[in-house]
T-cell receptor, first 116, second 111 residues
């Protein structure tokens, strides 16, 4: 399997522009997570989906952020309008579920976003 | 106080030394993860454990649920082990998938 695929790997944009980050999870995985990593705050969960349904979006910073998962093989994280403080590395991860048991998350390579 | 605390924040050692990184947490959990983030930025899951000890090659992870503490050990450390090691805990509610992360420990192994 190719692993979790994210695009683009790098994005530079100007303040106020819309940014869309994309993620393709590992085939067969039913959980998908979006994380943000900054020097100041480390890794933070933004939102996660189970079977394409958003389960916990309490980490989404504000209304400027939105995430969708239209099908099991694709998810987007959108920022509109973008601000310089959104500059960070955004990771997507996926995992599968086992009844009653924990499981490993597989991370994508990340998208480095710079908002000027 | 953060829910997950790691120590030390930075660690420099010589090749061959035995390394220990600690993680303490303040909430009930269903599982604890150790992750490795390479200098290039990629994140790899090393261990997921809910009790006892796990070993993979030169890496050993232990957890003490009563004391809310986990350790990651590296035996015969090597420069390629240089990375940031991140502890993360999953909530105690069965099926909960949310991870809460420590700030990471930056490990540098000198040849």
């Amino acid at each position: 399997d190719a692993g979790v695929i994210q695009s683009p790997r790098h994005e530079v944009t100007e303040m106020g522009q819309e940014v869309t980050l994309r993620c393709k999870p590992i085939s067969g995985h039913d959980y998908l997570f979006w994380y943000r990593q900054t020097m100041m705050r480390g890794l933070e969960l933004l939102i996660y989906f189970n079977n394409n349904v958003p389960i916990d979006d309490s980490g989404m910073p504000e209304d400027r952020f939105s995430a969708k998962m239209p099908n099991a093989s694709f998810s987007t994280l959108k920022i509109q309008p973008s601000e310089p403080r959104d500059s960070a590395v955004y990771f997507c991860a996926s995992s599968f579920s086992l009844a009653g048991g924990p499981h490993t998350q597989y991370f994508g390579p990340g998208t480095r976003l710079t908002v000027l | 106080k953060n829910e997950v605390e790691q120590s030390p924040q930075n660690l420099t050692a010589q090749e061959g030394e035995f390394i220990t990184i600690n993680c303490s947490y303040s909430v009930g959990i269903s599982a604890l993860h150790w992750l490795q983030q390479h200098p290039g930025g990629g994140i790899v899951s090393l261990f997921m454990l809910s009790s006892g000890k796990k070993k993979h090659g030169r890496l050993i992870a232990t957890i003490n649920i009563q004391e809310k503490h986990s350790s990651l050990h590296i035996t015969a450390s090597h420069p390629r082990d240089s990375a940031v090691y991140i502890c993360a805990v999953r909530g105690g509610v069965q099926g909960a998938q949310k991870l809460v992360f420590g700030q990471g420990t930056r490990l540098t192994i000198n040849p």
